[in-house]
Nanobody, 122 residues
Framework: QVQLGESGGGLVQPGGSLRLSCAAS????????MGWYRQAPGKEREQVAE???????KYAEAVKGRFIISRDNSGHTVYLQMNNLKPEDTAVYLC????????????????WGQGAQVTVSS
């Protein structure tokens, strides 16, 4: 089982920056994908960014050019650098982890962080 510890949310003015962190612990697969979804009231849940252990990344169109996802050297902590934040970025950001192994393939159910509230407002 993998547990995720998520931090870095807060209140920021439009145009500002925040960095979210998500630290994985437990039985971490050597092949995995980690990233963030976000959920705002009245909006559909949206996948924001993802990074896989081979270094591949993907981003929601709404955040391309503004957000950067990365891993530390251990591969167990993922960061989401959020720049030029906009009010529409306001949401609860939920870190996730999905694993792969030769027996089961990709996991059907991931692990999730507790959520980080990001509020962008003047």
């Amino acid at each position: 089982q993998v547990q995720l510890g998520e931090s870095g949310g807060g209140l920021v003015q439009p145009g500002g920056s925040l960095r979210l962190s998500c630290a994985a612990s437990g039985s971490i697969s050597s092949i995995n994908a980690m990233g963030w979804y976000r959920q705002a009231p009245g909006k559909e849940r949206e996948q924001v960014a993802e990074i896989t252990t081979d270094g591949g990344t993907k981003y929601a169109e709404a955040v391309k050019g503004r957000f950067i996802i990365s891993r530390d050297n251990s591969g167990h902590t993922v960061y989401l650098q959020m720049n030029n934040l906009k009010p529409e970025d306001t949401a609860v950001y939920l870190c996730y982890y999905f694993s792969f192994n030769d027996y089961d393939g990709w996991s059907d159910f991931g692990s999730w962080g507790q959520g980080a509230q990001v509020t962008v407002s003047s």
